[in-house]
């Protein structure tokens, strides 16, 4: 039998990173228990008053945080404020699949895109692979807001 997996990343501030990976991955950031969002409210704001209402000090208000994706099929990812910074290189990361089927130089246009679009999210660039067949199609490395490094496959 299978299982899911949800995926956790450690942070300074969950709240920043799961805002970040929810638009990269086109997930969404869940409401509260019990709780349907109007469209176009933000869900930390309903989180905000919950954990008001529940007697949750202010100060624990952005301990953990979560992306989901809509439609059910991806992990769920989960953030959890640490107190330590990162200090070394990844032992895991996530290939966010972003030019499936592409291959050669259309396939390196797509990644810049989305490159591109990660940047402004507070994404940065660390380098780049060319195409290299049979081996590899070519992808990009990159690092979260905090750090975490990723790929762009």
């Known amino acids: 039998m299978s299982?899911?997996?949800?995926v956790t990343f450690d942070a300074h501030d969950p709240e920043a990173l799961s805002r970040f990976w929810?638009?990269?991955?086109?997930?969404?950031?869940?409401?509260?228990?019990?709780?349907?969002?109007?469209?176009?409210?933000?869900?930390?704001?309903?989180?905000?008053?919950?954990?008001?209402?529940?007697?949750?000090?202010?100060?624990?208000?952005n301990s953990a945080s979560a992306a989901e994706d809509p439609d059910g099929d991806g992990p769920r990812l989960f953030f959890q404020r640490v107190p330590e910074g990162k200090s070394a290189k990844n032992r895991v990361h996530l290939d966010l699949r972003a030019a499936p089927g592409l291959?050669?130089?259309?396939?390196?246009?797509?990644?810049?895109?989305?490159?591109?679009?990660?940047?402004?999210?507070?994404a940065s660039r660390v380098e780049r692979?060319?195409?290299?067949?049979?081996?590899?199609?070519?992808?990009?490395?990159?690092t979260d807001p905090e750090g975490n490094e990723f790929c762009l496959d």
């Open 3 to 6: 299982r899911s997996i949800q």
């Open 22 to 61: 929810a638009a990269a991955m086109g997930y969404v950031n869940p409401p509260p228990p019990g709780r349907a969002l109007e469209p176009g409210e933000d869900p930390f704001e309903a989180w905000r008053a919950f954990l008001a209402a529940v007697g949750v000090p202010e100060s624990e208000w």
């Open 103 to 122: 291959e050669g130089d259309e396939r390196m246009v797509a990644l810049e895109a989305e490159g591109e679009r990660l940047v402004a999210l507070g």
């Open 129 to 142: 692979h060319e195409p290299a067949p049979p081996m590899t199609a070519g992808h990009m490395v990159m």
